[in-house]
């Protein structure tokens, strides 16, 4: 810190900026803030990274003061392609997570009872040896299916994929079936494609299922483009029972009955139809219209005029008037949300990912049927309308890819789920109670499910469970509910500290973003030589990437595994390979362009991603579709293969790329569905939710709970560090329209029981009138919980809680008091002055798996009761027996395979790290 005359202007008189341009990065100048009205002048040096704190991975710029040596704060990189230098508050947050006074900073490791709260420091080379060791002999004896690595949040793209490739362990877990299966499958079954991409920022009208605009999937990248769009004349519809802030910004607001979306939307192709406001070109060239008459209407003529009396007939029943009903909408909704579709044409763009799909029994039809208007108004891949996100997410090839495994673990493949998108995760714990398998190593990585999966009190009975869990490593920057029950704890760096790469579907353009520890990249821009990231992380806090490389080796010490050389430096295979080795080598040969634009600047490749920290690989990226696949000639059934994959598909005689489904088509009648027992929900269509609103005791006590909305400035489980988040948003209550509080007997702060099907939860009301009668809400980030005082969770965010077993798989949470002020080395959390921690409502929650996506249905059909003499605010009671009994009547909902040909799954069918075709064969 100097003090100085006057820092000169960075742009002339009269013109405003926003960002430090990037020549000064290395040696930026600013006055303190907090010195004025001195004229203090802070040096720093500027070092971009990625944001962590939610999928979307924006662009970070961390300020490093050059006299601490520390991070002061983060900012945007506006060389980012995909955030352009925005971010949400989640964002800057980051450095509350950076000074946590509370993280983790030392490898630990259990002492006494699993669950017991007692830890030992413990080396980084003793947790490495006595992990990998156990790793080792476990493929040795060919239990390679022991070894699982369950992530929540991957943030990174491609490394665990050679990980386990390279161990040769189809043990990868993911937290999709509580989050995105549905939406996943009602895209994948018409395109091979599980998920969209928006072109916002184009859009003339956008139709939005879910509260996405404010809280959803893309939030800043999504939310700014919108913004733009909305700024240029377009129009929002959003669909969702609570009047969220997107909601209350758009021009419609359609409040559906839970559930019934799909109804709506069958209503809206309807009108679609029926006014013509169709795109006849499109759809002749684009959508499987030949097979789906052929197969599913041999009797009618196989002609496209034919195809289009077919879906008239078919949606005949879904006139306005009765969608109007169904859902519960106002008359006349529907129609002018059709016309504004209708007109919109090709720039109309929509979005779902949780909402519907994430909520219901059959809620993946949520996705379908939106993925339908877009079909029939020609609106796939075009300016402003709505893309495969395949065909601009950038996955570049990582060095030294290791070839596919050949092994099938029906612990995370069920029969029972042959078509699910994608692992069944959370029914992991029912499977171990079962007695299907026992796991000997299983890491939990940015994966908390106790707290944030349903039914997390059977989690808890299985991680305390050493016969069914053997060891339990859990790979976190914080305590957790669910670290609290392992038996090693390992500090890994959050987003400034660690190397990944990524890429995603935030507009109609490639981009590849490069998280990096910016400690690390700043010393070694002074001069110093560092050979790991931990050499500049706090305490002994490493990074993910040397971890999996580290612990290979110890797995495989002297290579005869063949899991080491996998993990060889290319330049010296004596030792492991280098983080700059690895990105380096895929920056400078996986990149198009990239080591041009590095050369332009004279850097090298890894140079250009750690100056800039994303580059843009392709942009205007639109109908890909019709891209022209030269030099191949198509088979009888029309498909172009190269070396037996397809790779393109003849349209009116001349081959191009098409899609990725089984005829490259857009599939509106699904054969897949039909050959694995599903030909009632083989075309888009609506069936009952399990929380129908008919079926409902609603003149009772009987409600819908949607737990699934999101508050847009936390983070799942990893905001509980980040009191900048906390400060903004700290409270819990439950959404209850006026109408229903009057006929309940709520006022606003009452204490109300919430009754699911295997036990309750207490919270208090909020009477309004953003939501429809008949529906009550709750987010789902808040409601932490510790059982030490002093450890266990943040304190910034929990309630000291007591867990009794009452016995008979009965738990019984409850709070013994909620968020105060503590001492640590922040002052601030001395300052603490909110108070409610939120209720777990996750606990009370059986699961309830779609026989088809395996998504969890995450909406209850709950009784909304007065609080009983005894009950306690964020009192959480369940019944496990019951809950393990709900799984069962939900698992015999399933047509298990294998279906045709022997297939444990069709093979078009995406899933993470995916095994050789024969691991898909039962025989
Ligand atoms: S939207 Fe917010 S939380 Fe998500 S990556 Fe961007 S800045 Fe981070």
């Given amino acids: 810190m100097t003090t100085e005359k006057e820092l000169p202007r960075i742009t002339p008189d009269g013109e405003l900026t926003s960002y430090p341009p990037i020549e000064q990065w290395d040696d930026w100048e600013e006055y303190d803030a907090n010195a004025w009205p001195e004229r203090v002048i802070n040096k720093f040096r500027l070092v971009p990274t990625t944001c962590f704190n939610c999928e979307s991975a924006c662009g970070l710029l961390a300020y490093i003061d050059k006299d601490t040596g520390k991070i002061q704060r983060f900012e945007g990189n506006p060389e980012h392609p995909g955030s352009r230098g925005r971010n949400c508050a989640k964002g800057p947050a980051t450095i509350n997570q950076v000074d946590d006074p509370e993280r983790i900073l030392y490898p630990l490791r259990r002492v006494g009872a699993r669950g017991g709260g007692e830890w030992e420091r413990v080396s980084w080379e003793d947790a490495l040896a006595d992990i990998g060791g156990r790793i080792g002999k476990a493929i040795r004896e060919d239990r390679h299916d022991e070894i699982m690595y369950h992530v929540g949040r991957p943030g990174e793209d491609g490394f665990m994929d050679r990980t386990l490739k390279a161990w040769g362990i189809d043990g990868h877990n993911s937290h999709t079936n509580i989050c995105s299966s549905g939406a996943r499958v009602g895209y994948a079954l018409w395109s091979g494609y599980d998920r969209p991409s928006a072109d916002f920022a184009n859009a003339k009208f956008i139709l939005l299922l879910s509260a996405h605009l404010e809280t959803g999937h893309y939030f800043n990248p999504h939310a700014q483009r919108i913004t733009e ?193 994608h692992e069944m995760s959370m029914l992991l714990p029912h499977f171990l109670k079962e007695g299907r398998a026992k796991l000997d190593v299983y890491f939990t990585r940015v994966y908390n499910p106790i707290w944030t999966n349903p039914d997390g009190f059977t989690w808890l009975e299985v991680l305390k469970d050493e016969s069914k869990v053997g060891l339990h490593v859990a790979l976190t920057p914080t305590w957790s509910e669910t670290a609290w029950f392992a038996d090693y704890i390992l500090p890994m760096g959050v987003s400034a500290e660690r190397h990944d790469t990524h890429s995603y579907e935030t507009h109609a353009a490639k981009w590849l973003g490069f998280r990096q520890p910016v400690l690390r990249v700043a010393a070694e821009r002074d001069g110093r030589k560092i050979n790991r990231t931990y050499e500049t992380n706090p305490g002994e806090v490493w990074e993910e990437t040397e971890f999996w490389i580290d612990l290979s080796w110890q797995i495989d010490p002297d290579g005869s595994l063949g899991i080491r050389k996998w993990f060889e430096s290319p330049n010296d295979p004596g030792r492991p390979v280098s983080v700059d080795e690895y990105y380096g080598w895929m920056f400078e040969n996986s990149v198009p362009g990239l080591p041009e634009k590095a ?165 208090r009301v909020w009477a309004t009138e953003g939501i429809r009668p008949g529906v009550v809400a709750a987010s789902h980030h808040l409601g932490r919980w510790r059982i030490n005082d002093d450890s266990g969770n943040e304190r910034w965010s929990s309630a000291l809680v007591n867990l009794e077993e009452l016995g008979d798989g009965k738990w019984r949470l409850r709070q013994l008091k909620g968020i105060e002020p503590f001492t640590s080395d922040d002052p601030d959390s001395e300052r603490i002055w909110w108070k409610d921690p939120g209720v777990n409502q996750n606990l009370a929650f059986p699961v309830h798996p779609d026989p088809i996506s395996g998504m969890h249905a995450w909406h209850q059909r709950v009784r909304v009761v007065q609080a009983q003499p005894g009950d306690r605010y964020g009192d959480v009671v369940v019944d496990t027996n019951k809950s393990h009994e709900i799984y069962k009547q939900w698992l015999a909902k399933t047509k298990p395979g294998p279906g045709p040909g022997g297939l444990r799954r069709p093979l078009w069918f995406d899933r993470p790290v995916k095994p050789t075709a024969d691991a898909y064969r039962t025989s």
């Fill in 599 to 763: 050369a332009e600047k004279g850097m090298t490749a890894l140079e250009f991603m750690r100056r800039f920290g994303a580059v843009e690989v392709e942009r205007d990226v639109y109908m890909v579709n019709e891209a022209p696949v030269p030099g191949i000639a198509p088979d009888d059934d029309g498909i172009a293969r190269k070396n037996g994959t397809p790779v393109g598909v003849e349209v009116h005689g001349a081959v191009v790329q098409g899609f990725k489904s089984p005829s490259r088509k857009l599939e509106w009648y699904s054969r897949t569905m039909e050959d694995w027992g599903w030909g009632d929900e083989a075309i888009p269509g609506y069936q009952k939710t399990h929380v129908y609103w008919r079926d409902m005791d609603m003149a009772g006590t009987e409600r819908i709970l949607v737990p699934t909305f999101r508050l847009p400035t936390l983070i799942h489980t990893r905001s509980g560090n980040a009191k900048y988040l906390y400060e903004i948003s700290h409270g819990h209550p439950l959404w209850m329209n006026t109408i229903d509080a009057e006929v309940l007997g709520f006022e606003t702060a009452d204490l109300v029981r919430i009754e699911t099907d295997s036990g309750h939860f207490v919270m």
């Fill in 229 to 421: 769009a909305r700024e240029r004349g377009a129009k929002i519809a959003t669909v969702d029972p609570r009047l969220s802030n997107t909601a209350s910004m758009s021009d419609f607001w359609l409040s559906c009955w839970p559930g019934t979306e799909p109804a709506m939307l069958l209503a809206i192709a309807y009108l679609l139809l029926k006014w013509d406001a169709v795109d006849h070109e499109f759809m002749r060239r684009w959508v499987n219209w030949k097979d789906s008459l052929t197969e599913r209407y041999p009797e009618r003529p196989p002609t496209y005029r034919e195809f289009i009396e077919v879906l008239k007939d078919e949606y005949a029943r879904f006139t306005p008037e009765w969608a109007t009903d169904e859902c519960g909408l106002q008359e006349g909704q529907i129609e002018v949300v059709a016309r504004e579709i209708a007109d919109a044409g090709h720039a109309f763009s929509s979005h779902t990912w949780r909402s519907v799909g994430a909520g219901n029994l059959h809620g993946w039809q949520g996705a379908r049927t939106l993925q339908f208007l877009h079909v029939l108004t020609g609106s796939v891949g075009t300016v402003g309308g709505l893309s495969p996100s395949g065909w601009v997410k950038f996955k570049p090839p990582h060095w030294n890819m290791p070839p596919p495994h050949s092994r099938w673990n029906e612990m995370l493949w069920p029969k029972e789920y042959p078509l699910a998108h």
